[in-house]
């Protein structure tokens, strides 16, 4: 919501004044704070768990995942990066493949991309074709023995390229991954928060019969301040306390951090900056698709809202 914005920077002076503790001690921000996010999302996507970075949330979304599933392994797109902590390294193709190479319960699907990618604009089918890869990988898995915990993905792939996937690819792919008995996560912490202008989250330009099991949030969440969130079902929430082993974060939703996420939201509500991202975005895409018209350098342009691509070519 822009560099030191008033808003934010009284939100968090105030509450320091008066408490900042770890979440152990009940504070009514944290609740209020749920209670916000909630109405930004699907019902069903009803509990939340707070965090400092979006690394430790997607951490947390693969503990999640593979103690409700009981299952190990992960489906990643290529050239997906999802956080700096060892256990996101291993599922990122971005960095692993620099450093000590893929695991075998991580498996890595082409990225559904249909500038560059396997299957293109003129290919007849292109989002049954990218879903098939995923179940291919999946049948692959379970002939050497290996059991699917989730599909882990960025709702709009951002290091891999800007990449806007086909609508109803993820609605396919989720259906493979739920049939092997696997969850779907949707990273969100680049591309949510109304980026995409359209829409609040980056999942829903996949259609509203589309709901993912984890949503992880971060970067935008507190701008600029550590916060970070993974939103998921009672039914995970339920497997995941039933270990005894509560979950348990010093930082994570502290008075001073919920202050800001509540008053990050205001100011996106209030200035009315989802609809900013759309209309300052088709603008955006407008003119560089002029340019596109005139540099053959330019190979394609996309986005949607404020997450914008353009793809150079020789």
Request: net charge negative; proline share 4%.
């Amino acid at each position: 919501v822009g560099h030191c914005h008033p808003d934010i920077v009284k939100a968090a002076h105030e509450q320091n004044q008066l408490l900042n503790t770890n979440s152990r001690y009940l504070h009514d921000n944290l609740v209020d704070y749920a209670e916000r996010l909630s109405k930004t999302l699907p019902e069903k996507l009803c509990i939340f768990y707070f965090l400092n970075s979006g690394s430790e949330a997607n951490d947390l979304a693969l503990r999640l995942a593979r103690q409700y599933t009981k299952h190990e392994d992960v489906i990643v797109l290529d050239h997906a990066y999802h956080g700096h902590l060892t256990s996101l390294i291993d599922i990122s193709p971005y960095k692993f493949r620099n450093l000590e190479g893929q695991k075998e319960w991580v498996h890595v699907a082409p990225v559904p991309d249909t500038y560059r990618g396997l299957y293109r604009e003129d290919h007849r089918d292109s989002v049954t074709a990218y879903a098939d890869e995923v179940e291919n990988i999946i049948k692959d898995a379970h002939k050497r023995g290996r059991k699917i915990a989730a599909f882990f993905a960025e709702s709009l792939p951002s290091v891999g390229g800007q990449i806007i996937p086909p609508a109803g690819y993820f609605q396919k792919v989720a259906k493979h991954v739920c049939k092997a008995g696997g969850v779907f996560i949707a990273d969100e912490i680049q591309v949510g928060f109304g980026r995409v202008g359209q829409h609040f989250w980056a999942f829903q330009l996949q259609g509203e019969d589309f709901i993912p099991d984890i949503v992880t949030m971060g970067k935008p969440i507190g701008n600029g301040h550590p916060l970070a969130c993974v939103a998921t079902t009672k039914e995970i929430a339920e497997a995941f306390a039933a270990t005894g082993v509560e979950y348990f974060n010093t930082f994570g939703g502290n008075p001073v951090s919920c202050a800001i996420g509540l008053a990050v939201l205001d100011v996106i509500d209030k200035e009315h900056l989802q609809a900013h991202a759309t209309e300052v975005g088709n603008f955006l895409m407008k003119l560089l698709k002029e340019q596109k018209i005139k540099h053959p350098i330019i190979g394609d342009v996309r986005g949607s809202g404020l997450f914008i691509g353009v793809d150079l070519i020789k």
